[in-house]
C-alpha cells in the first residue's frame, strides 16, 4: 500500500485559449489552486504557446501505427510524459460556435496515440470547462464535447467536474451567481482526494479489455 504521506498527486492543466489571462485561463487557475492546497504538484500549459502540428490520422491506415514514437515532432508529443505522469488532467476552453477551441480539438486528437497504446489515460481524474465573455450558447456542449472523448479514453469526471461560464444555478438555498468560479477550486480539491484514494486503492481498469485483446491476437495468429 503507498504511504498517502509521501504520494503528492500531479495535476495538468490545458489551457486551449489564446488569452493567458482571460476567462477560461482563470477558471483553470482556480481548479489549479485548489488541488495545489489539497497537496498536488499542479502545471498549466498554454497551448497557444506550443508549436503543434495536425495530429495524421495514422489511425485510420492501421492501429499499430497509432503510437507515440509515430505521432509529429511538436510540442505536444514532449508533452506525453507529463500527460502520462499525472493523476488528474484539467481541460479548459474557450467557447467557439458551441464547441471547443480548434487547438483544444488538435490536442485531444494528439491522446489518440495514449489510448491506443496500452490505454495510458484510463483511471485519471479529469476536470472540463468551457467559458465566455458573454452567456452565448454551446457552453454546455463545448465542456461536454471535451468531456466525452476523454470520458470514453478512460479518463473519471467528479462531481461538478464539467463546468462553464458564465451561468447562475439556483438551489434550494438560493441562486449561486457564476456557480462555476465558485466550484472550480473545490473541484480542484476533490479530484485531488480522488487520485490520492485511487492511488491508495487501485484498481485495474482495463485488465478485462486487455485480457480480451491478449485472445483476439492468439486467434488471429493461430
Given amino acids: 500500500m503507498t504511504s498517502m504521506k509521501k504520494y503528492r498527486p500531479f495535476v495538468l492543466g490545458i489551457n486551449g485559449s489564446p488569452h493567458s489571462m482571460g476567462i477560461t485561463a482563470k477558471l483553470l487557475d482556480l481548479v489549479?489552486?485548489?488541488?495545489?492546497?489539497?497537496?498536488?504538484?499542479?502545471r498549466r500549459v498554454d497551448l497557444y504557446k506550443l508549436r503543434i502540428t495536425h495530429e495524421p490520422g495514422l489511425y485510420s491506415?492501421?492501429?499499430?501505427?497509432?503510437?507515440?514514437?509515430?505521432?509529429?515532432?511538436?510540442?505536444?508529443?514532449?508533452?506525453?510524459?507529463?500527460?502520462?505522469?499525472?493523476?488528474?488532467?484539467v481541460l479548459a476552453t474557450p467557447n467557439y460556435w458551441a464547441?471547443?477551441?480548434?487547438?483544444?480539438?488538435?490536442?485531444?486528437?494528439?491522446?489518440?496515440?495514449?489510448?491506443?497504446?496500452?490505454?495510458?489515460?484510463?483511471?485519471?481524474?479529469g476536470v472540463f470547462i468551457a467559458a465566455s465573455k458573454e452567456n452565448e450558447g454551446g457552453l454546455?456542449?463545448?465542456?461536454?464535447?471535451?468531456?466525452?472523448?476523454?470520458?470514453?479514453?478512460?479518463?473519471?469526471?467528479?462531481?461538478?467536474?464539467?463546468?462553464?461560464?458564465?451561468?447562475?444555478?439556483e438551489t434550494i438555498k438560493g441562486k449561486v451567481k457564476n456557480w462555476a468560479l465558485h466550484d472550480a477550486p473545490i473541484c480542484g480539491q476533490k479530484?485531488?482526494?480522488?487520485i490520492k484514494l485511487l492511488k491508495e486503492h487501485p484498481i485495474l481498469w482495463n485488465e478485462g479489455t486487455t485480457g480480451l485483446l491478449r485472445k483476439r491476437r492468439k486467434r488471429s495468429i493461430n
Fill in 140 to 169: 454546455e456542449m463545448a465542456a461536454t464535447s471535451m468531456a466525452m472523448a476523454l470520458a470514453q479514453m478512460g479518463v473519471l469526471i467528479p462531481p461538478n467536474g464539467i463546468m462553464w461560464h458564465p451561468g447562475d444555478w
Fill in 191 to 194: 479530484m485531488t482526494e480522488l
Fill in 32 to 42: 489549479l489552486g485548489g488541488a495545489k492546497r489539497a497537496g498536488a504538484e499542479t
Fill in 99 to 125: 464547441n471547443m477551441s480548434g487547438i483544444m480539438k488538435d490536442f485531444i486528437d494528439h491522446l489518440t496515440a495514449l489510448e491506443n497504446k496500452n490505454f495510458a489515460l484510463e483511471g485519471k481524474v
Fill in 61 to 89: 491506415i492501421s492501429s499499430r501505427l497509432e503510437v507515440p514514437k509515430r505521432m509529429p515532432r511538436d510540442d505536444i508529443r514532449d508533452l506525453y510524459k507529463d500527460i502520462i505522469r499525472a493523476g488528474g488532467l
